[in-house]
């Protein structure tokens, strides 16, 4: 025990310094020097302040032979720090206060949300806006939409995601179903997309649309030809089409909107209609397009975006659309969406993401850069777009694109639509 106040001052603060070397800088020379001093300090006062004094006596081969001696307390010698130690000390915590003045100050580890996306294309402009607005980075784990869902569902509650975010309103529902996405009220995500674009619960909302419709060749259609998705199977056709196949998630997605307009028999009777005229099979909306420029087939359907691409590179391409059922029920759309992950560790911060991916702003970027059509219809589209003129979309619940997913696949295989 030390019982002089000073020196007990004197060691606390010296003990500081130490912890505090330690705590910045693991094994510096500084500390290892500091904790030498200290444990001097520390045995000579103490040896100072006791009664009985620990005698050293080197016996043979060294070795210590400890033995206690007790001296009367007015005959026990003075024991004192060594002078130089002493005066060492002030400089011993300067050198301190020089290695902790060179280190770069502890900055608190970054916000950050953890994204699943099965989107290839067009939200890297918008995840960098959101950082640079909020301070919140955005860590993306990319793979196709199956492969996500099944990892959320393995992970469970020691999923990382606080976002899901997918292609094709059907992989939302499915997802919702599965109880991985969780709900979120949000006044900013009702303000900002149209109701048959978000999920009735509030698990996810579609952040791009995209229009499903009829392409055909501009040097061998007359498009005064075209009308509906129905008419595709008018014998005129008979040979002229190409299709994708009916397992793809659009396509399914299409058939299950029109299940839920028009029911099943009247759906099947329209398929039947397409497959009696020989559908050419490809794997690909851009084939499909490329196929029609060829002549190879003079119509077909595929989604909106993949030609302005093709046309972003290409201005002659010998390809445009033809906004299906304009008359009637309105051309089909589906969504790219995301939501909230179930178990999401950062809650907030996603909320905050999907939000920002809603506004005019980031609506705006996603526009330009995958030739989507924005969800916020307060967002301008992207020029290569808005040269196709306005349409009339289809405002059955892109819900229904999961909810009759079975039934659509169903449909197709009892037809022979392959």
Known sequence: MVRDDGERSLLFDLDMAINQVNRAVPDHPAAVALTSGYHNLLRRWADASRPFIKVDVIVDLGQPNNRMAYIPRDERPVMRPIPNLLRLIPAMLGVVSIVLGLLPVPVPAAEEVVL????????????????????????TLNGEAGQLFERLK??????????????????????????????????????????HLRDPENRWVGLTMRARTIMYNVKKVNPADLSRYEALGDPRWKGRI??????????????????????????????????????????GDTKI???????????????SYYLARILAKDPN??????????QTTGTHVNVSGGGVAAHAKNRAGAIKLLEFLSTIEAQQMFADTSMEFPANPKAEVNPIVKAWGPFKQDD??????????AAAARLADRIGYK
Request: proline share 5%; net charge neutral.
């Open 396 to 405: 059955v619940h892109v819900a229904a694109a999961g909810e009759f997913q």
């Open 242 to 283: 190409c299709l994708r196949t009916s397992g793809y998630i659009y396509n399914q997605s299409l058939l299950a909107t029109m299940i839920k307009r028009d029911g099943v028999p009247r759906t099947e009777q329209i398929v039947r209609g397409w497959v009696a005229n020989q559908p050419i099979i490809i794997n």
């Open 154 to 195: 393995a992970e469970g509650d020691r999923s990382p995601a606080d976002v899901f975010f997918t292609v094709d309103a059907g992989n939302l529902w499915n997802a919702a179903r599965a109880g991985l996405l969780a709900p979120v009220a949000s006044a900013e995500l009702v303000k900002n997309i149209p109701a």
């Open 317 to 326: 391409f010998p390809v445009a659309p033809f906004w299906a059922n304009q």
């Open 116 to 139: 699943y996306t099965a989107r290839h294309y067009g939200q890297e402009r918008a995840f960098e806006a959101f950082t640079q607005k909020t301070g919140i980075q955005v860590r």
């Open 289 to 303: 397009l490329e196929a029609i420029a060829a002549g190879q087939c003079d119509v077909g359907l595929t989604n």
